[in-house]
């Protein structure tokens, strides 16, 4: 089955105690990416990933650091987490985005409190 | 930045009915928008696409509009069910990135 897969689903954590949040897909995509999610503002990209060893920042990513050192794998990692970091986060996968539009596929999402 | 606004306010509306969502986005025409459905607690699903040059597509009972001189697309369900309860996203391409909008919370009532 198709999937993207995101570990762990539910976190506490407290401020300054690093964690990574895993994130997997079977389906051979290039492209991936991690979103956070809060009320009222919708899905907001932190970070995205062309390729292998290829990241770029999205448009919130501060406090946060990825890596793609394998096609199927975009950790991330907060490495001093603070309160306002406490969101739900969805890893997502695709084909590269070209301009035909490519469909994005969504994990289960992590829902992060920050302490 | 590009924008994209959804309204904020859920709609409500009776079962059988056609229920229709905007999405307007701000800047130049997107190649493309997408739509996707959410439920609580779960990560966002993939619906339909709308290219810049196309004015409408259908899916079942779904039917996205574009217009590019208004900067909107209209996503409508017709013969709308409780099941379609959800909110709906509406996402625009920009460069390397997807840029979502809020999202629109739609409740169908039997």
């Known amino acids: 089955e198709a999937q993207v897969t995101q570990n762990p689903r539910y976190l506490i954590t407290v401020t300054g105690k690093k964690l990574t949040v895993t994130c997997s897909q079977n389906?051979?995509?290039?492209?991936m990416s991690w979103y956070r999610q809060d009320p009222g503002l919708g899905l907001r990209q932190i970070y995205y990933s062309m390729n292998v060893e290829v990241t770029d920042k999205g448009d919130v990513p501060e406090g946060y650091k990825v890596s793609r050192k394998e096609k199927r794998n975009f950790p991330l990692i907060l490495e001093s987490p603070s309160p306002n970091q406490t969101s739900l986060y969805f890893c997502?996968?695709?084909?590269?985005?070209?301009?035909?539009?490519?469909?994005?596929?969504f994990g289960p999402g992590t829902r992060l409190l920050v302490l | 930045s590009q924008k994209i606004e959804q309204n904020s306010e859920a709609l409500n509306i009776q079962e059988g009915k056609t229920a229709t969502l905007t999405c307007n986005y701000t800047?130049?025409?997107?190649?493309?928008l997408q739509w996707y459905r959410q439920d609580p607690g779960r990560g966002p699903v993939f619906l339909l696409l709308?290219?810049?040059?196309?004015k409408e597509k259908r899916k079942e009972r779904l039917k996205v509009t574009f217009d590019t001189t208004l900067k909107q697309s209209l996503f409508h369900i017709t013969a709308s069910q409780p099941a379609d309860s959800a909110t709906y996203l509406c996402a625009r391409s920009y460069g390397n990135k997807l840029v979502f909008g809020a999202g629109t919370i739609l409740r169908v009532k039997s």
């Open positions: 997502a996968s695709s084909r590269p985005p070209t301009g035909r539009g490519e469909t994005q596929y």
């Open positions: 389906m051979n995509h290039e492209y």
């Open positions: 800047n130049y025409s997107p190649a493309y």
């Open positions: 709308i290219r810049e040059n196309e």
